[in-house]
């Protein structure tokens, strides 16, 4: 049902050294609580060999905001040669991972979400004069926001794993 | 499959000593912004070494200047031994980073980009055509407006290295 319209897909972000595995995870769930998102964790794979695990996990993130558009973000992290180890800071004694990881955020618009128009023909021709008249607002209004969220939870990510081009 | 053209060969600017990383990253991202360029950060890569962080920064800020053309600056970052350092200057304590840093600028306009003469033979002949005959002072006009660009970045990005090293030396 409706047009799934992609907005902005970034390059991949990829890290490799120490980093905070359920801070990372519950720094992506914070960050679309706090966007009012709805969350979906679409795969979790988790696979241990000699010690080392590759993880793969997708995040799904949606929401309505009208009765046409719907905001989806999809976030996969990707997790190489992950390893736990115990690292002191500040004095305390803490469980981190070590390993490689690659992060991939998409954004896109589905228009018509709720199919109002795909009841035949003449409601998708309505449709189809009805974008075409608001296309620079839709762009400005969605598509503008989409964009700068994504980079907004890029940022985030950063921030978390100590990059520092945050 | 649009067409890509390389209008000024890469600038390179080398460096090593003290830096910011995320100054140069917020520097170019604010030198692209205020001059109405879309952001596109192509890849960052961070890889924790022995001897120090490995940054890598794909960056390909593009700017549509007609619907047939778009001008985009290839951006190839690349920071390597970076380590952390705080440094006073005038009394103020400053992060850092210490390290050697390579930043190459490529200008490339790319020509149909939205692939509107892609759908047959005789348009892709056409565009061949109109580029070669029609369109080919404008490309030259566009080409050196590219490379004036690129000049102007770089040598913003050196100013700002160059005033980290008289700072510190200071």
Known sequence: ?166 | MSEKNIVSDAEIISYEGYFSVADIYNLINRWTAERSWDKYDKLHEVKIKEDGRHIDLYLEPNKGISDYAKFIIEIKASFSKVTDVEVEVDGKKMHLQHGSAKISLTGVIVSDYEGDWESSPKFQFLRTIYDKFVYREHTKDMAQMLKDEVKRLKNEITAHLNMNRHIISK
């Not at chain 1, 009765?67 to 690292?87: F, G, H, L, P, T």
């Not at chain 1, 003449?122 to 209004?141: A, D, G, S």
């Not at chain 1, 990510?157 to 081009?165: A, C, N, R, S, V």
């Open chain 1, 1 to 166: 049902m409706g047009e799934k319209i992609d907005i902005h897909k970034t390059g991949p972000l990829t890290y490799s050294g120490y980093y905070d595995w359920p801070g990372l995870y519950s720094t992506i769930i914070g960050w679309a609580k706090k966007e009012r998102l709805k969350v979906f964790e679409t795969l979790y794979k988790d696979k241990i060999s000699k010690g080392f695990t590759e993880r793969e996990i997708e995040f799904t993130f949606l929401r309505k905001v009208d009765r046409m558009n719907k905001y989806i973000y999809k976030v996969a992290i990707k997790i190489w040669d992950a390893q736990k180890v115990e690292v002191t800071q500040n004095g305390e004694v803490k469980k981190i991972e070590r390993g490689r990881l690659r992060v991939l955020i998409e954004g896109s618009i589905d228009r018509d979400h709720q199919g109002l128009f795909e009841k035949g023909v003449f409601w998708l021709t309505i449709r189809n004069i009805f974008y075409r008249m608001r296309h620079w607002q839709w762009l400005f209004e969605h598509a503008d926001t989409v964009q700068t969220k994504v980079y907004e939870l890029q940022k985030v990510i950063k921030e978390q794993l100590g990059m520092d081009t945050k």
